[in-house]
């Protein structure tokens, strides 16, 4: 059998490739020591058949194709790549400037050539839902991408994702008066909604009574208002940044106020909010935590300070939750340096869940806050977050069970094309003192 590193002619030139270039029915099987499907279950000793990119069949004792090309884990862990549902990492520039500006994408920001990718699939994600950053009160739509490509529209899955807002004010302004924002931005959106229908009747009126020579309503939806309306239809999710636990209340009213389909991201102490956060819960609003996952608290009365851990208190409290993972951190987080800076572990899916796990939330919720939950938050439970038959081929090979000590990310697999291999990476080879085939730099 072939090792699954023997495989890969160059990292270089595999996160180049798209689903489009693949070859057609191409057959692959990959041999697991153990596959961990992301239902809480695992099998041993398994196989998984892909086909064209999708995974065709999983499970022990299946027929390999006589044509397949066999990738052998040995006695490896294959698991679900990461789905990352919210993170601003990858662009260029991320829109921040403008408070009101729904009528931008990410698209025009995302950046392929962005350290940041190569680092996701380092760490093994395989999907990421990238979106404008935290400084705006409505910053536009997001894009869901895979970590490989030449070009974003080569790297989209879903070209038109989520509505990033935020209740962060910038420098200077009031909470009071960056809401104010929002709400005016709707308002003006349903009024000029209103006044065009209110056109479209009169015409439709003159039309059927005689009183006009057009065929056709000429008036158009201003398409800078339309992404607005699309929100207030329901067509599209607002994914809200919420800094403070005292910012929970304004999101709850501008969902119930607006009657938007929203997902509320969680930042730096708004696990204080936790009833709150249970009232969202139960109107099927999902949550997101932000990065820092250790908080420092100190008791009002006793000024004890004590760690806290935001992901234990929405798992005590039966909250599901999605974690992310963009290097961006949070006041008051662990880890932070004597300049302030965050920890480059809390860019890192592995220690956010190890965190999780560290602090009492049990293993398969944590591994689950960064597939199938996210998967869902994104609507691709279709698509990824599983190991299950009919969907992407987006996997990674550990080098021993998730949450040994010893485990790391050997490969990655998206799309059934192998876009990471671990001996293969320069940057890993500069760390270790290991040659990219495998020899020392003394032996060279």
Known sequence: MMRITLLIAANAALVSLTPAQRVAEEITAI??????????????????????????????????????????AGKR?????????HTSGGMD???????????????DSVDPSQAFFEASRRYGVGTLHVVPGNACAVGGRGMVVRPAGKTP???????????????????????????????????????????????????????????????????????????????????????????RASDVPAALELVKTYRLSAVFVLGGDCYKAIDLLTAAHRQAIPLILGETLEITDKDPVTEEEKIVCPARILYDAGIPFALTATGSGGRGSRGRGASGGTHPAM???????????????????ALEAFTTIP???????????????????????L???????????ENLVVDGILIYDRKRDPRVSELTGQTTTGASKEQK
């Open 153 to 243: 529209e080569q790297m989209a899955l879903v070209l038109r994702a989520g509505m990033k807002m935020s209740l962060q004010p910038k420098r200077g302004s009031s909470r009071s008066r960056h809401i104010a924002e929002i709400m005016k931005a709707f308002e003006d959106a349903k009024a000029h909604r209103a006044e065009w229908e209110r056109k479209k009747k009169e015409f439709d009126e003159d039309k059927k009574n005689g009183a006009t020579t057009k065929k056709e309503f000429e008036d158009k939806i201003d398409k800078l208002k339309q992404p607005l309306l699309d929100l207030l239809d329901r067509k599209t999710t607002a994914y809200l940044y919420i800094p």
């Open 375 to 397: 998967a869902r938050i994104l609507g691709l439970t279709k698509r990824v977050g599983q190991i299950s038959e009919g969907l992407d081929a987006n996997l990674q090979v």
């Open 399 to 409: 080098s021993a069970a998730p949450m040994e000590p010893e485990c790391q990310v």
């Open 77 to 85: 862990w294959v698991m679900p790549a990461w789905v990352n549902a």
């Open 93 to 107: 520039q991320a829109n921040e400037n403008i408070q009101v500006t729904p009528y931008l994408t990410v698209l």
């Open 347 to 365: 860019a890192m899916p592995w220690w956010q869940v190890a965190t999780c796990v560290r602090h009492g939330v049990p293993e398969r919720a």
């Open 31 to 72: 041999k697991a020591g153990t596959v961990w499907i992301g239902n809480g279950k695992t099998l041993k000793n398994a196989v998984i058949l892909i086909k064209d990119g999708r995974i065709e069949k999983v499970g022990q004792g299946l027929e390999i194709p006589w044509n397949a090309k066999v990738l052998d």
